[in-house]
């Protein structure tokens, strides 16, 4: 999809994912093998991959009181023009991450495709844009995936839900799917308004059925980082983690106007490890849009098919804002 792009966006002045194993979700697994030459931190009894960082901090999920967010229902006059500085998603927009996943010591390649689209589907009462991604493990397809995001009136970005498709040898497995609104999910934020190092961990969602009940915060602020479209200053980083595993902890680096940058690692030495940085980012033109699209669209019907008891009650999604 990435040869339909009509710019690549890629140098900034200063300097924006997973299912537990991708960049664009909160984690399932972890990180890889640093693609560029960067500092090593300790935390605690683990090592964060990182840049040159003004402020960091540990992270302890004990430390997080609510398991879930207070959703400001009524607060979302505007909720699919999502421009948070950190996270902003225009239709058409798409990055590219590449990496290795390493697990029980072997290094194999991973390659994620994120593209925000021109669509939108009502959840939980709000309308929220839909996003469309293809994890890529050593060439092969191995999770496709459309999630939900609405942007409330404070400019916090909300996840409301996601359909996960699994896959091995190219058949279809398995889809863990949430809704907010539905089997007593919650919408969850995936990005505050303003992050800042301090602020109290917060829940990314919360799907009890397929037991999602992840989590982010703020760990270093002005971060320097380089990835292969870019270097950017004042870098921000999160970390995330599942409360059903909370040593398989994974780093996400946003730059200001871009979002995920990289993807790094700062979990127990003996989990799945993964880390990405951001190769590709631009707009696609309007044919490979509408590839995506359609790409999008089979994807929810099957989702209808598979997983009525989550979508039954959904009306399917529509074409613009």
Not at 18 to 38: C, F, I, N, Q
Not at 167 to 182: I, M, N, Q, S
Request: net charge negative; with cysteine.
């Amino acid at each position: 999809m990435s040869s339909g792009r009509e710019s690549a966006m890629t140098k900034r002045p200063a300097a924006h994912t997973a299912g537990r194993r991708l960049a664009t979700r909160p984690p399932r697994s972890g990180g890889a093998l640093a693609l560029v030459p960067v500092l090593l931190i300790a935390v605690g009894c683990s090592t964060v991959q990182t840049g040159t960082p003004q402020g960091s901090a540990s992270v302890d999920a004990s430390a997080s009181p609510p398991l879930t967010e207070e959703f400001p229902r009524g607060s979302f006059d505007d909720p699919t023009a999502i421009d948070n500085r950190w996270l902003p998603l225009t239709p058409g927009t798409q990055w590219v991450w590449d990496g290795e996943t390493v697990v029980d010591g072997e290094a194999v390649p991973h390659r994620i495709v994120l593209t925000i689209t021109d669509m939108t589907k009502v959840i939980d009462g709000v309308k929220s844009v839909v996003a469309y991604d293809e994890d890529y493990s050593d060439g092969e397809l191995v999770e496709a995936e459309i999630f939900f995001l609405a942007q409330d009136n404070d400019g916090n970005v909300w996840r409301m839900g996601e359909y996960p498709e699994e896959y091995e040898a190219g058949e279809f497995v398995d889809a863990p799917t949430w809704l907010a609104g539905t089997q007593d999910a919650l919408a969850g934020i995936w990005m505050t308004a303003d992050p800042r190092l301090g602020d109290r961990s917060y829940a990314q969602g919360w799907g009890p059925e397929v037991g999602w009940a992840d989590r982010g915060q703020v760990v270093q602020v002005g971060v320097e980082n380089c990835v292969e479209v870019g270097c950017y200053e004042d870098v921000l980083v999160i970390e995330e983690w599942a409360l059903d595993d909370p040593t398989a902890r994974q780093l996400k680096f946003y730059a200001a106007g871009v979002g995920n940058i990289r993807v790094g690692w700062s979990g127990s030495a003996d989990q799945e490890q993964e880390m990405l940085e951001l190769v590709e980012f631009g707009q696609l033109s309007a044919d490979a849009l509408a590839d995506v699209r359609a790409a999008a669209l089979a994807l929810e019907d099957h989702a209808y098919e598979v997983r009525p008891e989550v979508f039954g009650d959904t009306e399917p999604m529509q074409i613009g804002s």
